[in-house]
């Protein structure tokens, strides 16, 4: 029996791609870190990707001032770091969102941000369109630096089978899977 989804409800049906930390600094200096479900892929080559943000965040706000954000993808040894990030607005806790949430960070190479200590896969975003962003949250952006857990790489894909690490993924309101078993879409 089908029923019926409310219209704000329908997103659970297609989230899918690994939750992320997304990271960005403030004008004044301030480093700051929070969750992410809603992204996916735009363009391959270059790679870029699409990140959707609500306007209120702190990290918006950051990433509006400086068009560039880090995505770290995080394995389940982050999962309690990833729901701290996730549930706590910077402007409401006086300490550094980082030490707030049990987070290491890690310097990054091209963007003015930290990234995630620890996490399987780091991108370094900067945004393509500011006006689109600043207006709908929309963040199209293009990845200026990726670096990868090498254990976890096969040169093509991410990949987590036989590994102690799965990527988390998104699936509703408040709950997860882990990566589970992957296969090819035919044998090669
Ligand atoms: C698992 C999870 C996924 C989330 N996904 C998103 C998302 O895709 N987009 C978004 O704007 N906020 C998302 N959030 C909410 C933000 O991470 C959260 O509101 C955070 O506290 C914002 O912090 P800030 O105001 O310091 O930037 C998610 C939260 C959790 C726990």
């Not at 989230?15 to 480093?31: H, L, Q």
């Not at 990140?51 to 209120?56: A, R």
Request: charged share 20%; proline share 6%.
């Amino acid at each position: 029996m089908l029923i019926d989804v409310p219209q704000n409800k329908a997103y659970a049906l297609l989230t899918g791609g690994p939750t992320v930390f997304i990271t960005s600094r403030s004008p004044e200096g301030r480093d700051n870190v929070m969750a992410n479900a809603w992204n996916t892929l735009f363009n391959m080559d270059p790679t870029q990707v699409i990140v959707v943000f609500d306007l209120g965040h702190d990290s918006t706000k950051n990433i509006i001032a400086s068009g560039e954000f880090g995505i770290s993808v995080p394995g389940n040894a982050l999962k309690k770091g990833l729901i701290g990030a996730g549930t706590m607005h910077a402007r409401d806790i006086t300490e550094d969102k980082f030490a707030y949430a049990h987070l290491e960070k890690l310097p990054a190479r091209q963007i003015n941000a930290s990234l995630v200590g620890g996490a399987l896969a780091h991108l370094e975003c900067r945004i393509m369109d500011p006006e689109l962003f600043a207006r709908t949250g929309i963040a199209l952006a293009e990845v200026v630096a990726a670096q990868v857990e090498e254990d976890y790489w096969d040169g093509a894909s991410l990949i987590c089978d036989n590994r102690p690490e799965q990527t988390l993924h998104s699936a509703g309101a408040y709950t997860y899977f882990p990566r589970g078993h992957v296969q090819p879409w035919s044998p090669r």
